[in-house]
């Protein structure tokens, strides 16, 4: 239940209604795929809003972790949270757990979500009745898009790390960087230090690349 009230809020954000000419363009479908609906995802809901909840998952658990950091058999005991929220395939590997469907994540995953932006962003990049406009911001949400999926791979490397440390003091280290990496998923980091968060490598998360896609949907003339 917690899973869908997030979907529903961001969903609630970024759904515009689409036109039939829209639905005809297949660039537009594309843009489609990641801010509306997308066949697999939990409800269906666009792959932006996907990847969003289940970062909202891996960050609340990274951040669990991190509350008592003399504790090792505690952050560990989070670590299979935050593998299932990122990837659940990762989460197979894990003796005490038996399918990918346990855990705290909706069983789709950040990575999965996060890749499906970069690759529908860049299909619609190069899909006819894109606009050069469009084209420019396809670059701001993959980019930004990209960054996450980086992001989650690292976090998924320190995740098995912690699992493996032997003292609280190594693990510790480890746990401090998953929780800030796991609120860089959605809000990204200010990497260059200007005083704000762009888009750009290094620095845009999600959230960034919720505001260039509808940006994009906007110079698109998609929807109001």
Do not use: C
């Not at 789709?108 to 619609?124: D, M």
């Not at 898009?145 to 320190?158: D, H, S, Y």
């Not at 493996?164 to 260059?192: C, F, I, P």
């Amino acid at each position: 239940m917690r899973f869908i009230g997030a979907v529903a809020l961001v969903v609630t954000l970024l759904w515009v209604p689409v036109d039939g000419a829209a639905q005809d363009n297949p660039a537009h479908s594309h843009i489609g795929h990641i801010t509306d609906s997308f066949r697999g995802t939990p409800d269906g809901v666009g792959l932006l809003a996907t990847a969003i909840a289940e970062a909202g998952v891996a960050a609340q658990h990274a951040g669990l972790a991190a509350q008592d950091m003399s504790d090792l058999d505690g952050m560990k005991r989070h670590m299979n949270h935050v593998l299932h929220a990122l990837n659940p395939e990762e989460v197979k590997a894990l003796d005490r757990v038996a399918t990918s469907g346990n855990g705290p994540g909706a069983g789709y995953g950040v990575l999965a979500a996060a890749q499906g932006v970069v690759r529908h962003i860049e299909w619609a990049a190069t899909s006819d009745g894109v606009s050069e406009v469009g084209i420019i911001h396809t670059n701001h949400v993959a980019t930004s898009a990209q960054n996450t999926v980086e992001r989650t791979l690292r976090m998924i490397g320190l995740a098995w790390a912690i699992q493996k440390a032997s003292s609280a003091s190594d693990a510790a280290v480890m746990v401090e960087e998953l929780s800030s990496l796991g609120a860089q998923l959605t809000a990204g980091t200010d990497a260059n230090g200007d005083g704000r968060v762009g888009w750009q490598k290094g620095e845009g998360g999600l959230y960034a690349s919720q505001t260039h896609v509808n940006l994009m949907k906007r110079s698109e003339g998609i929807g109001n």
